[in-house]
C-alpha cells in the first residue's frame, strides 16, 4: 500500500556555508527556548538555550537569536558540516513542571 | 557519565499483541519521561514521573498504555493490545531539574525503541 508522512521542512546548504534554521513559536509566557538535534535513528540532542530574557547567545558554532516581538527562534549554524546532517526541533518551556512544547522540525542537509 | 539506556531498539509486533519498553535514565535524574515519535513529527510527550509518581499523563491512551516507575529510577511502558497506528519510536528522557526550579528544563534522551505493529 501506499505511505502517507508528513514532509518536513528541509534546509540544503553546501559545506562551509552557514545554516539559518527558523522557528515560531506560540505561547508568549514561554520563558526559556531549546534547540535540539536529532539524527538518523537516535534520540534528540540538546544543542543551546537561551533564556527570554536574552535576546541572543553563542555557543561553540552555533548562535540562537530570539524576538520576542514576533515569536521567532533561529539557529544559526557557522561553517556547516557533514555532521550537522539531521533534523532540528526548538522547543519552548513554561509552566511550573517546565512541559516542553515542540515544534515541527527542520531536515538539513549539507552537501559535499 | 552513562546515557540514557533504551531497551529494545527495535520490536515487530502484530496487532492485538503486547509489547513492554524498558528504560534506565541518568543516574540521579529525578524527572522520566516516556514521548513518542512518529516519523517526520516532533515528540509527544506520553507521561512524565518526578521520581515515582506521575506528573503528567494527559496525553497517555490509557486504554492501552501503562506505565510505571516503581522505585523512582528505572521505568517500563507498555503497550496492550497494540494498534497499528501505535508504530512509531517511543523515546525515553531524563532531566535533573524537578519541576518549579528556575532555567531550561534540558532532557536527555535515549536512542530509542522502534516499534513496527503489522
Keep these: ?112 | 557519565e552513562a546515557g540514557v539506556a533504551q531497551s529494545p531498539r527495535y520490536k515487530i509486533i502484530e496487532k492485538r499483541q503486547s509489547v513492554a519498553f524498558w528504560c534506565n535514565p541518568i543516574s540521579g535524574h529525578a524527572t522520566l519521561y516516556w514521548y513518542q515519535q512518529i516519523l517526520g513529527q516532533g515528540p509527544k510527550l506520553l507521561i512524565q514521573f518526578q521520581n515515582n509518581g506521575v506528573v503528567d499523563d494527559s496525553q497517555l491512551p490509557k486504554d492501552r498504555f501503562s506505565a510505571e516507575r516503581l522505585k523512582g529510577v528505572d521505568s517500563t511502558l507498555k503497550i496492550q493490545p497494540a494498534k497499528l497506528e501505535d508504530s512509531a519510536v517511543y523515546l525515553c528522557a531524563s532531566s535533573f531539574r524537578n519541576g518549579g526550579t528556575a532555567g531550561a528544563n534540558v532532557l536527555t534522551f535515549g536512542a530509542g525503541s522502534r516499534l513496527t505493529v503489522l
Aim: net charge neutral.
Design chain 1, 1 to 112: 500500500g501506499e505511505s502517507v508522512g508528513l514532509h518536513l521542512p528541509t534546509l540544503s546548504v553546501q559545506e562551509g556555508d552557514n545554516s539559518i534554521i527558523n522557528c515560531a513559536y506560540s505561547n508568549s509566557a514561554s520563558d526559556y527556548f531549546i534547540w535540539y538535534k536529532q539524527e538518523s535513528g537516535k534520540g534528540p540532542q540538546f544543542i543551546i538555550d537561551i533564556r527570554s530574557n536574552m535576546d541572543k547567545r553563542q555557543g561553540q558554532r552555533v548562535t540562537v537569536l530570539l524576538n520576542k516581538t514576533v515569536k521567532h527562534l533561529s539557529l544559526q549554524i557557522a561553517a556547516t558540516q557533514p555532521g550537522d546532517s539531521a533534523v532540528y526541533f526548538c522547543a519552548e518551556g513554561a509552566g511550573n513542571n517546565r512541559k516542553l512544547i515542540w515544534g515541527l522540525g527542520t531536515s538539513l542537509a549539507v552537501n559535499p
